[in-house]
């Protein structure tokens, strides 16, 4: 275990509760070995996806019909040499992470481990902390990605990029195009468009400096390690400083965007690989609904098992549908109710002629490099229209009308509502 002269033994014991699930084995000291970590933040985060988030958290949210997550973890299992999959947050362990590490683990055959942080560590500031974890076995490259993103996952082209033209290049990032307008929005790129190397980072300008984006996906050697360490020793130099008893948590608190990618670009070290496949951010519930529908749309190649189809006396389907296997539905299930653009909790009931319908947040369909926007709940005191959100358990009577409302838990209506959080 890596020593911490400065801390006291009790207050070292914070930094290494891992919560284990399966053990690693033999095949992860193989000479050619990859892994991946997953960043999922915790429970302070997640708040525009409330009142959803207090059943289950966010990254274990179903988007296309499994939790968000397996979408990762399914892209990963696929990569050859793949020997684990570490994933870094500040929740604390509980029964549903526990069981869906346990079921992602037996189904994709591969170690996955949870790592907690004893706080939010930021984006570089969680792995740093847990080096030692990523590098043990020794992988010559690993996968870093953020929960909150959907995506076609193109890691062996990465890895395949990464190998280019001899040399293989340190780091990379994944990219796509956005419009000039929503990429201040994220973190933008200029790269020399002959190498593709990255010569000037900004994470969310204040005006415009490229329309190529980061994506949240990124691709490391061991030796991301020595430049998030140097960030490290600066962050110890200005606590000393400022407050010499401020604590360890401050100069942990690392962010690859802002700290590391913006003093990397320039270097000759840092890359960015473009792609023109899928990608969306998960900020939201609204966002969730786009990302299901793209999942849904590459089921037909990647998961065509998880697609509901048409059957001699079941129920008539249209478009791309994903049926839960727990669900039962009568072949002449037709209430006249309707749901459009809307997430109903679970254990929810609507009733006959009743009417639940959202604004959908979808990306402008006339401009190719448009990106979702993210939703703020309120717009000048007003709560702006968005996606309809019913809690679980919350029961709407007949022939109401429920539009582009929040409907938290446990709520019983007895009328209709719009353009209102219904506490």
């Not at 699930?21 to 000479?31: E, P, R």
């Not at 890895?159 to 290049?169: I, N, R, V, Y």
């Not at 994470?203 to 994506?215: A, G, H, M, R, W």
Request: net charge neutral; charged share 20%.
């Amino acid at each position: 275990m890596r020593k911490y002269p400065q801390l006291k033994s009790h207050q070292r014991n914070l930094f290494c509760f891992v919560c284990v699930v399966g053990t690693a084995s033999n095949h992860s000291l193989l000479f050619k070995m990859l892994k991946a970590v997953i960043l999922i933040g915790g429970p302070q985060k997640g708040t525009r996806f409330r009142p959803l988030s207090f059943e289950v958290p966010k990254p274990l949210f179903p988007v296309a019909g499994v939790p968000m997550l397996q979408h990762h973890i399914e892209a990963c299992a696929k990569v050859p040499n793949m020997k684990e999959i570490l994933l870094i947050g500040f929740y604390q362990p509980n029964e549903e992470l526990t069981r869906f590490l346990s079921n992602v683990q037996q189904e994709f055959k591969i170690s996955i481990r949870y790592l907690q942080e004893y706080a939010a560590l930021g984006t570089g500031g969680g792995i740093y902390h847990f080096r030692d974890q990523i590098i043990a076995g020794g992988p010559q490259a690993f996968f870093v990605f953020n929960a909150d993103v959907c995506s076609a996952f193109p890691l062996t082209e990465m890895l395949s990029f990464q190998k280019e033209d001899g040399e293989p290049k340190s780091f990379v990032i994944l990219g796509t195009t956005a419009n000039r307008k929503q990429s201040l929005n994220y973190g933008c790129i200029v790269e020399n468009e002959e190498t593709n190397e990255v010569l000037h980072y900004v994470e969310k300008p204040s005006t415009f400096v490229s329309d190529i984006i980061n994506c949240g996906i990124y691709l490391f050697n061991p030796e991301i390690f020595q430049h998030i360490g140097t960030v490290f020793q600066k962050n110890q130099q200005d606590m000393l400083l400022e407050e010499p008893n401020n604590g360890w948590h401050r100069a942990e608190a690392i962010r690859l965007e802002q700290d590391v990618f913006a003093a990397l670009a320039g270097q000759g070290k840092l890359y960015v690989y473009k792609t023109l496949q899928f990608w969306s951010q998960i900020k939201s519930a609204g966002s969730a609904i786009y990302a299901s529908r793209l999942y849904l749309n590459q089921y037909h190649k990647s998961h065509p098992e998880r697609l509901a189809s048409n059957k001699d006396r079941g129920p008539k389907i249209r478009g791309n549908v994903y049926i839960h296997p727990t669900a039962n539905i009568d072949p002449t299930a037709v209430d006249h109710s309707c749901v459009l653009n809307s997430i109903v909790g679970w254990d929810s009931t609507i009733g006959k002629w009743a009417r639940v319908e959202g604004t959908p947040s979808d990306p402008n369909p006339n401009d190719p490099y448009a990106k979702i926007d993210s939703e703020t709940l309120f717009r000048e005191g007003k709560l702006t229209p968005s996606i309809t959100i019913l809690g679980c358990n919350v029961s709407i009577p007949r022939e109401v009308i429920i539009l582009n409302s929040i409907v938290l838990p446990h709520k019983d209506l007895n009328r209709s509502f719009k353009n209102q959080i219904i506490l």
